[in-house]
């Protein structure tokens, strides 16, 4: 039987997820749409991001970073919800921890409510339709600035 070893790997670069120590960074994702949570949860996963928690909608958002804080090094927050929107989610948890750190996720022709995200705090943001290498790349440049 083969071991692992005897396989060339074919991305030979670390995993995006892990922190210099070799832990995975924790990520919570909020979006009322099951599709991009699950979306949003596979590109994470296949970069060793851990997956800390969902929510969904601007409420719950805010009672799971309170129950989770600490521990949470980045939220991906959609900014039209029900109960509770994601800039009004975004105020509240900026509120409590001026230090999270928040991407805000918009559909197309939102600019208005994207610019009020940043400049309430929000670390930057992503255009729906996802794509892989935006979500990454922008969540990446957050962690590590």
């Not at 969904?56 to 521990?71: F, I, L, S, T, W």
């Not at 996720?105 to 339709?129: C, D, F, R, T, W």
């Amino acid at each position: 039987m083969k071991a692992k070893s005897d396989f060339p790997s074919l991305n030979p670069k670390e995993p995006d997820g892990l922190k210099s120590d070799g832990t995975p960074y924790k990520v919570m994702i909020v979006d009322d749409s099951m599709f991009v949570k699950k979306q949003l949860i596979q590109i994470f996963q296949s970069e060793q991001y851990e997956v800390l928690d969902t929510a969904g909608d601007g409420e719950e958002a805010v009672e799971k970073y309170k129950e989770h804080h600490p521990n949470i090094d980045i939220v991906t927050m959609d900014i039209t919800m029900p109960k509770m929107d994601g800039i009004t989610a975004l105020e509240k948890i900026i509120e409590f921890d001026k230090n999270a750190k928040v991407i805000m996720i918009s559909a197309l022709g939102k600019q208005e409510l994207v610019k009020k995200s940043l400049l309430l705090g929000a670390k930057n943001y992503i255009v729906k339709p996802l794509d892989r290498k935006k979500v990454l790349e922008r969540s990446l440049n957050v962690l590590t600035r």
